[in-house]
């Protein structure tokens, strides 16, 4: 079967190949999975250069995300069947035409569901709900401030946020990117700066914002923390920026702020299968109901690998393999 394989770390575009690789059939509590979508994330790309949190043993096929058909369930696995839609689950290679990997949270999709979406289902919403649920017992009516609002992660906080009776503040880098997040239902939009808490401050009537999503770095990092009230936590997930993120001391020392780091890879490691599975289907109806919608580039074929990597380093919307087009 086809897959796009590194053997070296370098830049993606450079360094994918197409190759024929062997099959593997499903062990116990396993299936073999047809792929139909998988959405390229700066993640990915981060991994093949080899600058991400895990560096896969080489040569190996990447992708850490997707959606396809059950072909074969292994021993022991009841809960699925051949023809079943499910998500590809997390870390297991995606960027192939069939892969395996284990079923125990896996549940069937529905087929009416758009099948992109549904692809892009496994990393960001996941990312922004437990952001928002695991680091700061905020209640409803209260304020979250997130930077990168029009990033995959940044569109699924506005939903999820606004489905359990949270308000966001959405910054953004550019001015064209406000209308985006005031059209994905954003309560209030901005774009940063180094005046960034006294525009906070105004429009949101002096709210003691507890909980800010950070994901850029550098000079962002210092502008959302003066956003925020005495005490809070940043929760850092990304570095966009490429650069270290500036955290001003006296925001730590006299105003008690934290800052925390999240990496989804972890919490799947150590959660059991139930609560995986519960937090899906917790997830499902906002994807299938358009809350969360992560806008598409363009999809590839599998022998389009180096310019899809290329296309996806730079577009401003999501680039996706469909292994099986033709």
């Known amino acids: 079967m086809k897959a796009i394989q590194i053997s070296e770390f370098g830049t993606p575009w450079e360094m994918a190949k197409v190759v024929d690789v062997p099959e593997r059939e499903p062990g116990p509590g396993e299936v073999a999975i047809a792929v139909e979508a998988a959405p390229i994330n700066p993640s990915d790309l981060l991994m ?12 190996a096929v990447f992708g850490t995300e997707g959606v396809g058909r059950v072909t074969t369930v292994g021993e022991g696995v009841e809960h699925l069947k051949p023809g079943d839609r499910v998500l590809v689950p997390y870390e297991t290679a995606a ?5 395996v990997g284990p079923a125990a949270w896996l549940f069937p999709l529905p087929d009416d569901a758009d099948v992109l979406q549904l692809a892009m289902l496994g990393v960001n919403p996941p990312t922004a709900y437990l952001m928002l649920k695991e680091y700061v017992a905020l209640q409803p009516g209260e304020w979250v401030i997130q930077n990168a609002a029009n990033s995959g992660v940044g569109r699924a906080v506005i939903a999820i946020a606004k489905s359990i009776g949270l308000k966001s503040v959405n910054v953004v880098r550019r001015e064209e990117a406000l209308q985006d997040i005031e059209a994905a239902g954003g309560d209030i939009a901005l774009v940063d700066g180094p005046d960034l808490g006294r525009r906070v401050v105004a429009a949101t009537g002096k709210a003691k914002i507890r909980l800010g999503l950070e994901a850029v770095g ?4 210092s502008s959302l923390m003066s956003a925020l ?5 940043v929760v850092n997930y990304a570095r966009l920026s490429a650069q270290p993120a500036h955290a001003p001391q006296p925001n ?5 702020q934290s800052i925390r ?3 989804l890879a972890p919490w799947f490691r150590r959660t059991k ?6 937090m899906y289907r917790e997830l499902l109806p906002l994807l299938t109901s358009g809350a969360i919608r992560a806008p598409v580039e363009r999809t590839f074929g599998l022998d389009g690998a180096a310019e899809a990597l290329s296309l996806a380093a730079r577009a401003k919307a999501k680039v996706l393999f469909m292994p099986r087009a033709a």
Do not use: C, K
Not at 48 to 59: C, I, K, N, Q, T
Not at 218 to 221: C, E, F, I, L, V
């Open 218 to 221: 550098g000079a962002a990092t």
């Open 95 to 99: 960027y192939a035409e069939r892969t």
């Open 273 to 278: 299968p139930e609560r995986i599975a519960s």
């Open 252 to 256: 730590i020392i006299f105003r008690d």
């Open 48 to 59: 093949m250069r080899g600058f991400y949190g895990v560096r896969p043993a080489l040569p």
């Open 229 to 233: 009230a005495p005490g809070a936590t």
């Open 261 to 263: 780091g999240f990496w």
